[in-house]
């Protein structure tokens, strides 16, 4: 059973939320917090598998509980969904930089995030294929970057571990993958198994915002 947290102001939003996680035979909402404070001392005490957070938040926001839960320097380690209206505003770009496992819409249908919450939970991460560009045309223009040559990409990854996040920044899942470079699934998910601790990430969604950020894939 996958445990779960939610924390959003909106009462109808956690709600839905809480109801639609419930649904799922495999996932169960184990609190519910109105702001960034209690989420954060509900994370504390009961230790779930997954923090769906919201970023705009009374007390704390989402990024600072996500930097207490999942941050670089954080003791629990409790991996965070954030699901988000997502303005293109500095909220978002600290989440990444804060170490989020994963971003959707709020709008997203009911399957969409249940399933990205079993993804969430096992380390996976994810996030909707369509802002991904989008998020990362905006993150590279309003961060600095540290330009990596070929050859330096080329020390730190495999040339399979290369194609891999190529398609990875392009928002495919795991299994998209594994067809388009006609391998296993497994075969995929080793990779990636390797490929994060080489790039000093976490997760997919790091990895990815360390392809644009380095300048490994290009802006369209």
């Given at each position: 059973m996958i445990r779960v947290l939610i924390a959003d102001d909106q009462p109808l939003v956690r709600a839905g939320l809480s109801a639609l996680v419930n649904m799922e035979d495999d996932l169960e909402v184990v609190g519910e917090a109105s702001d960034g404070i209690e989420a954060l001392a509900m994370a504390r005490e009961l230790r779930?598998?997954?923090?769906?957070?919201?970023?705009?938040?009374?007390?704390?926001?989402?990024?600072?509980?996500?930097?207490?839960?999942?941050?670089?320097?954080?003791?629990?380690?409790?991996?965070?969904?954030?699901?988000?209206?997502?303005?293109?505003?500095?909220?978002?770009?600290?989440?990444?930089?804060?170490?989020?496992?994963?971003?959707?819409?709020?709008?997203?249908?009911?399957?969409?995030?249940?399933?990205?919450?079993?993804?969430?939970?096992?380390?996976?991460?994810?996030?909707?294929?369509?802002?991904?560009?989008?998020i990362m045309r905006e993150f590279v223009q309003r961060r600095s970057v540290r330009p990596v040559t070929t050859s330096l990409t080329s020390d730190v990854l495999t040339g399979r571990e290369q194609e891999i996040l190529v398609l990875l920044a392009q928002g495919m899942s795991n299994e998209e993958i594994a067809r388009a470079l006609v391998i296993e699934l497994s075969t995929v998910k080793s990779h990636l198994a390797r490929m994060l601790p080489k790039l000093g990430v976490r997760s997919r969604l790091q990895a990815v915002v360390w392809a644009y950020q380095n300048r490994f894939v290009d802006l369209p």
């Open positions: 779930p598998d997954v923090a769906c957070l919201d970023i705009r938040m009374p007390g704390l926001d989402g990024i600072a509980v996500a930097r207490e839960l999942c941050g670089p320097d954080a003791e629990l380690a409790i991996p965070v969904l954030i699901l988000t209206t997502f303005d293109l505003d500095d909220y978002v770009f600290g989440a990444l930089e804060a170490g989020v496992s994963g971003f959707l819409l709020k709008d997203a249908d009911p399957e969409t995030i249940t399933k990205a919450i079993r993804q969430v939970a096992v380390g996976l991460g994810t996030i909707d294929e369509s802002l991904t560009r989008r």
